[in-house]
């Protein structure tokens, strides 16, 4: 099988983040069943420049300034058995050219965000729809009546999992969607604690000084520069702070965390709630600070290997998040589709 990854957003290592991580693991664990991979994406290079592949990532990466445009030529030159269109802006544009191109498609939904769609999405019987959470099948569901297989992402265990040495609790991304100020608010109330920031590849410099700056102010946060190294960061973790506004459709940190028994606090936001499972707790984003801090100071106190941590490792390990499950779903799933739309 030869399977076209296609994406308006970009790839690694241009663009970082938990749908290129998704995409990259995925791709690298379809590789290792000798199923053929490549990712079509946009760059930020001038429209002169062109396309332009690389194997980057280990498979062949064609970086294109519009990756709808280049979808004919890339489908035509490499003849994949099956299109895997990803959420991004423009969506609707990316499934019509695959559409256009008579080849099986599938759309992976990442992400619930609707105002980039820039059309509309279809229960057309040529389209096989995934959804990376039970969330996210639910509210494409309930916004243009399309019914999407569930897949969780897939997570390579081996890059995650590690002994920590429970230093601090751990936030990553701090911009205001994931929750930047009720974060701010929880560190200043508990001075006593050790909190670590990881910035995101993409913070606004002027945004990153305001922060840096707060962060020095209170005196008990640690700011840390962009990595992709996640398990170093896991090996220093007690606990996981995901106090977002997002609307996360599914919140792959915490399964990551979870892996090596780190237990997450977080928001009810998206799918949130069943991704902490009992493998940590969720407040209600609106709730008073105190709830917050509560919570907070249950998951801090309570024992490294504790019961917070053992169902953190049973949650991240529970059947359906298998990674060999994983792929094994998604795969047949794609081969089911591309052989009904032989038949």
């Known amino acids: 099988m030869r399977l076209l990854f296609a994406t308006t957003f970009g790839h690694l290592p241009e663009l970082v983040g938990g749908l290129q991580t998704t995409t990259d693991e995925l791709a690298h664990a379809l590789q290792r069943?000798?199923?053929?991979?490549?990712?079509?994406?946009?760059?930020?290079?001038?429209?002169?420049?062109?396309l332009r592949s690389d194997s980057a990532c280990f498979y062949?990466?064609?970086r294109?300034?519009?990756?709808?445009?280049?979808?004919?030529?890339?489908?035509?030159?490499?003849?994949?058995?099956?299109?895997?269109v990803q959420t991004g802006p423009n969506l609707a544009r990316l499934v019509a050219a695959a559409l256009d191109s008579g080849l099986p498609t599938a759309v992976y939904l990442h992400n619930v965000e609707l105002g980039e769609l820039g059309g509309t999405l279809l229960p057309d019987p040529r389209i096989l729809y995934v959804a990376n959470s039970p969330f996210t099948a639910a509210r494409w569901r309930a916004a243009f009546g399309v019914e999407s297989q569930v897949v969780l992402p897939?997570?390579?265990?081996a890059t995650y999992v590690t002994e920590s040495t429970r230093e601090h609790i751990l936030f990553v991304?701090?911009?205001?969607?994931k929750g930047v100020e009720l974060f701010f608010r929880i560190a200043a109330a508990r001075p006593g604690l050790p909190f670590a920031v990881v910035e995101s590849w993409t913070l606004d410099p002027a945004w990153r000084r305001f922060c840096v700056e707060r962060a020095a102010r209170l005196g008990n946060i640690e700011f840390l520069t962009p990595t992709r190294d996640m398990r170093a960061l896991y090996a220093r973790t007690r606990l996981l702070l995901m106090p977002s506004l997002w609307e996360?459709?599914?919140?792959?940190?915490?399964?990551?965390?979870?892996?090596?028994?780190?237990?997450?606090?977080?928001?009810?936001?998206?799918?949130?709630?069943?991704?902490?499972?009992?493998?940590?707790?969720?407040?209600?984003?609106?709730?008073?600070?105190?709830?917050?801090?509560?919570?907070?100071?249950?998951?801090?106190?309570?024992?490294?290997?504790?019961p917070y941590s053992v169902a953190a490792r049973a949650h991240a390990s529970r059947p359906e998040a298998a990674p060999d499950g994983i792929v094994d779903r998604f795969v047949t799933l794609l081969s089911r589709h591309a052989e009904a739309m032989a038949a």
């Open 248 to 306: 996360e459709s599914y919140g792959r940190s915490v399964t990551e965390a979870q892996l090596s028994g780190i237990p997450t606090l977080a928001s009810t936001r998206g799918n949130l709630i069943d991704t902490v499972g009992a493998g940590g707790l969720t407040v209600d984003l609106h709730a008073p600070l105190d709830d917050w801090l509560v919570a907070l100071d249950g998951l801090w106190s309570a024992a490294a290997e504790g």
């Open 33 to 50: 069943r000798e199923i053929d991979v490549a990712v079509l994406c946009e760059t930020l290079d001038q429209p002169a420049a062109g």
């Open 64 to 84: 294109a300034p519009d990756s709808v445009g280049a979808l004919p030529a890339v489908a035509a030159a490499l003849r994949p058995d099956a299109i895997v």
């Open 154 to 157: 897939y997570i390579e265990r």
């Open 173 to 177: 991304n701090p911009t205001m969607p």
């Open 60 to 62: 062949p990466t064609i």
